[in-house]
């Protein structure tokens, strides 16, 4: 029995990244984000290492793309979570937090994993800051019918908050913090941010 790997059968381009993101996720789960390079992922993909160049150019590149597909995952459940949002800050407040939480340990330790692989990259930095500000964009939405100060201040606890649900999500990833304390602890952090001052 041959070791080479069979031809890759004809996929649309973006049939093929998915097949390839796919290929990738399974090395990281199976061996770590050391052991994905390029080329170890054409070849367990069965494809020459031109068509993963051609779709991720580096290996930053892919471990970004790999970051964006977890995440695009985890926003599509929690937005999904919202569709029938509740109508009282308490409800909303406790459900961002008990969303984030969840989603945050669904993600899988293949997600912290490829954020630790891309510390101190410049490119992965500007995703980063892109990506917060879409959940800042999202949480602001949320919770801008219960808002009592203008756009601005509304912008700027909307940042913290994410802030406050970043650091508290790491505690629990390292298992510092129950899951069910962190998101009740964020939700008590965002009842106090929507609070107008004294």
């Keep these: 029995m041959s070791d080479t790997p069979a031809p890759a059968r004809r996929l649309s381009k973006a ?6 993101l796919d290929t990738a996720m399974n090395i990281v789960r199976e061996q770590g984000t050391d052991a994905l390079t390029l080329g170890y992922l054409a070849e367990r993909a ?11 150019g580096t290996r930053s590149g892919l471990l ?13 459940i929690q937005a999904q ?24 340990r669904t993600a899988g330790p293949e997600y912290h994993a490829i954020f630790a692989a891309l510390k101190g990259d410049e490119q992965m930095e500007r995703v980063q800051q892109e990506l917060l500000e879409a959940y800042v964009a999202f949480y602001r939405g ?26 508290l999500s790491r505690e629990m990833t390292h298992g510092r913090i129950a ?4 998101a009740a602890t964020l939700t008590a952090v965002i009842l106090g941010a929507m609070r107008t001052e004294a």
């Design 81 to 104: 979570a919202f569709e029938r949002a509740p109508k009282r800050l308490g409800e909303v407040a406790r459900l961002i937090g008990e969303t984030y939480m969840s989603c945050f």
């Design 179 to 182: 899951e069910a304390d962190a």
């Design 64 to 76: 970004i793309a790999l970051y964006r597909k977890i995440d695009d995952r985890q926003c599509a």
């Design 142 to 167: 949320l919770l801008a019918p219960y808002a009592k100060f203008d756009a601005d201040e509304l912008q700027r606890r909307g940042v913290a908050i994410v802030g406050a649900a970043d650091a």
């Design 15 to 20: 049939d093929r990244r998915e097949q390839l």
């Design 46 to 56: 069965g494809v020459s290492k031109p068509i993963a160049y051609e779709h991720f």
